[in-house]
């Protein structure tokens, strides 16, 4: 473990944004993590995972703890189920191979999203009719004060819709050191109703698909829609679909007859953020080294060489933009530092 200084996190940030750390180490287990946040020397400490969920718009002048703890377990299983742990650095994608590997189910539809273990509870990362709560059943994270180790529940998360106690009440709180998940070994659950996956199911000519073959449909539509981030820079969804009131959906249904709703509540409903951005025109549009990916609104990108400053401006006018035609106010989905 090794304290190195003024070190560019263009390569630990998905956006591929070439903001500096004065301070940076990267960490390989819970003891190195309690070593280094109990350092006097450095007040302001910056804790970073896959670098995923996250747009940089300033140089970091403190300490950045890269957390890189390693390792996948299995804690206990019967004929059924099995109790599988993840460490926080372990790359997300590649736990899903490795437990589809074991033909472990219940992670299948969220294949090939971008990030780390560690911060898939903060986010309650989700797709395709599936979300990480659903299989989730707890989670190990250091106090960063007390450097104790606490054990949250999955009822005790308060997970809801890319929302977590993480992102909420206990923020900058906890760093999150393992992960523990209930999957299947057997009659596997499949949800191959959500998006394009049974019609990509059919095209893959599939009439009694596996976990794998979820997945590979998965993988297959996520890459027609999604650009790669080690080849454009990006985040994945930088914004989250926006949930309103029944009265107000069908008021823009009068005004916007192909507006599409999911029904979430009795009384909500939720709008595809993506066609909200792509009906105001920004689907595939560039400024200079930064814009809209041409395959799907919901995804900024970086080109190149663009600031974590003009992905931003970018997202604030498609906000201010949105909510002038429609008067929806859209959030962001990433983490703005």
Same mark, same amino acid.
């Given at each position: 473990?090794?304290?190195?200084?003024?070190?560019?996190?263009?390569?630990?940030?998905?956006?591929?944004?070439?903001?500096?750390?004065?301070?940076?180490?990267?960490?390989?287990?819970?003891?190195?993590?309690?070593?280094?946040?109990?350092?006097?020397?450095?007040?302001?400490?910056?804790?970073?995972?896959?670098?995923?969920?996250?747009?940089?718009?300033?140089?970091?002048?403190?300490?950045?703890?890269?957390?890189?703890?390693?390792?996948?377990?299995?804690?206990?299983?019967?004929?059924?189920?099995?109790?599988?742990? +993840?460490?926080?650095?372990?790359?997300?994608?590649? /736990?899903?191979?490795?437990?589809?590997?074991?033909?472990?189910?219940?992670?299948?539809?969220?294949?090939?999203?971008?990030?780390?273990?560690?911060?898939?509870?903060?986010?309650?990362?989700?797709?395709?009719?599936?979300?990480?709560?659903?299989?989730?059943? %707890?989670?190990?994270?250091?106090?960063?004060?007390?450097?104790?180790?606490?054990?949250?529940?999955?009822?005790?998360?308060?997970?809801?819709?890319?929302?977590?106690? /993480?992102?909420?009440? +206990?923020? $900058?709180?906890?760093?999150?050191?393992?992960?523990?998940?209930?999957?299947?070994?057997?009659?596997?659950?499949?949800?191959?109703?959500?998006?394009? =996956?049974?019609?990509?199911?059919?095209?893959?000519?599939?009439?009694?698909?596996?976990?794998?073959?979820?997945?590979?449909?998965? =993988?297959?539509?996520?890459? %027609?829609?999604?650009?790669?981030?080690?080849?454009?820079?990006?985040?994945?969804?930088?914004?989250?679909?926006?949930?309103?009131?029944?009265?107000?959906? #069908?008021?823009?249904?009068?005004? /916007?007859?192909?507006?599409?709703?999911?029904?979430?509540?009795?009384?909500?409903?939720?709008?595809?953020?993506?066609?909200?951005?792509?009906?105001?025109?920004?689907?595939?549009?560039?400024?200079?080294?930064?814009?809209?990916?041409?395959?799907?609104?919901?995804?900024?990108?970086?080109? $190149?060489?663009? %600031?974590?400053?003009?992905?931003?401006?970018?997202?604030?006018?498609? #906000?201010?933009?949105?909510?002038?035609? /429609?008067?929806?106010?859209?959030?962001?989905?990433?983490?703005?530092?």
């Amino acid at each position: 473990m090794q304290i190195q200084q003024n070190i560019s996190l263009k390569s630990y940030n998905t956006f591929g944004i070439d903001a500096k750390a004065k301070y940076f180490v990267s960490v390989t287990s819970i003891d190195e993590l309690s070593e280094v946040l109990s350092l006097q020397e450095y007040s302001e400490k910056f804790i970073l995972g896959g670098g995923s969920n996250m747009l940089l718009t300033q140089d970091i002048n403190s300490l950045v703890i890269h957390i890189n703890i390693k390792g996948i377990s299995i804690s206990s299983e019967d004929s059924n189920s099995v109790l599988v742990t +993840a460490n926080a650095g372990e790359n997300w994608h590649e /736990f899903v191979c490795w437990c589809l590997g074991n033909d472990f189910g219940g992670l299948e539809n969220l294949s090939l999203i971008p990030g780390n273990v560690g911060s898939a509870p903060i986010q309650n990362i989700g797709a395709y009719g599936v979300e990480l709560k659903d299989s989730f059943i %707890s989670c190990e994270a250091l106090n960063i004060e007390t450097l104790e180790l606490k054990t949250f529940t999955n009822a005790e998360c308060l997970f809801d819709y890319r929302n977590s106690i /993480f992102k909420q009440e +206990a923020k $900058g709180q906890y760093v999150i050191c393992s992960v523990t998940f209930k999957l299947t070994k057997n009659r596997h659950t499949l949800h191959t109703a959500y998006g394009a =996956i049974q019609s990509e199911l059919d095209n893959m000519q599939i009439t009694n698909p596996t976990i794998l073959d979820v997945s590979n449909a998965v =993988i297959a539509i996520r890459q %027609s829609k999604l650009p790669d981030p080690k080849k454009i820079g990006n985040s994945g969804s930088f914004f989250k679909n926006p949930v309103i009131t029944n009265e107000v959906y #069908q008021n823009l249904k009068v005004l /916007f007859e192909d507006i599409p709703g999911y029904p979430v509540s009795k009384n909500e409903t939720k709008i595809p953020a993506g066609w909200l951005i792509e009906k105001a025109g920004f689907k595939g549009k560039t400024f200079g080294d930064y814009g809209v990916h041409k395959n799907q609104a919901l995804v900024l990108v970086n080109y $190149g060489n663009a %600031s974590g400053n003009d992905i931003l401006n970018l997202a604030k006018l498609i #906000q201010n933009t949105i909510m002038r035609i /429609f008067g929806i106010q859209i959030e962001a989905e990433v983490n703005i530092i």
